[in-house]
């Protein structure tokens, strides 16, 4: 179901709340309810409405009555907020699933009841309910959850650019429910989603700017606090360095020395202030793998071809490109250009299969030219 004032006036909503709910004149929506439908073709629309996060399977499984699943999401701009609730499942991201979706975000959610067991990447992941939890749409996962609640919050990755050195540092942090911050961004959250409905999309700018503060201050704070290396994240100077960085990664002439010379560094200052995360040379070349990977994702068999890829994000020749990217992702340049293509060919199947995804594809912000 979506929301097209212009044609239909306000849409309603049903079998969140148990009764209906008035969706924003402003903002697009999306959202189906099982009440509305039988099981054959609730599971259907649900596997469609997450297809671009998620490859999902053993749906119910163990558990008393048929699968059940229902919807209810908002365009915020440049982000996404929803709510779903949904029988027991497992969720896989594999690395042809990223390929295939061509999406590169950061989602948080908000379980509100059940949770999960599972790895995000290789780090164990537990969320019950209260807990939330942050992926790196970038990265694989494998979850099993219980039948649960859950406030889902999407966001493209470059409105963390700003305030993270490595937002793949995120992948798979829980905070507990227990913990002031995680009181604090659940509160957040689902102010947001009680609001969306009625907010207009003039008021989304300065809300999502101060949302996405908000979470990159607490984020931040959690990782510094967490197991992962510390002193990946980012001061003022290492975000100019970073902006640097990805502005030039084209460039054949980028390099540490280029970088320090830029900022008026020696070598050994910049070297100490990418030491966490492996060091300059290293960063560089995760970003280009990054670039290139998503060339390949979102152009499905239509755009350049592999070598033209590794040429432009300067990653040598096309077997040490393929090494390289296989080292990263798991699978071969062509095997993701081929999951992407499948993606493309899927979402040209039905009209309702394109909402939630075409809207990932649309909010992310163009990337600064190279």
Known sequence: MTNDPAKNGPARLTGLNGEAAAV?????????????MDTETNVAIWREAVATLFDVDELAQGEPGPFRADVRSYAMGPVLIGLSRASGQ??????????RSGVDHIILQLYLKGGFDGVAGARPARVRAGDICVFDLAQTLETRAVAFENVTLVVPRPLFGDHLLRVEDLHGLVLPGSSVIARLLAGHLSALLEFAPRM?????????E??????AACLRNEIENSDVEPGTTAGPALIRIRQYIES?????????NSVAAHFGLSRASLYRLFAPVGGIADYIRSRRLHRAFFDLANSGGRGPRISEVARRWQLGTD???TRSFKAAYG???RAAREAALLGMQRGTDGASNATISRWMREIAPPRAAD
């Open 319 to 321: 077997a040490h490109f």
């Open 248 to 256: 030039h990664l084209g460039s054949e002439d980028l390099s540490a």
């Open 24 to 36: 924003s004149y402003q903002l697009p929506s999306f959202g189906f309810s099982a009440d509305q």
């Open 200 to 208: 207009s999309l003039h008021e989304c700018q300065s809300v999502v």
């Open 331 to 333: 699978i071969t340049p």
């Open 90 to 99: 497992r969720f896989r991201r594999t690395a042809e699933t990223v390929a």
């Open 210 to 215: 101060g949302t996405v503060s908000l979470l």
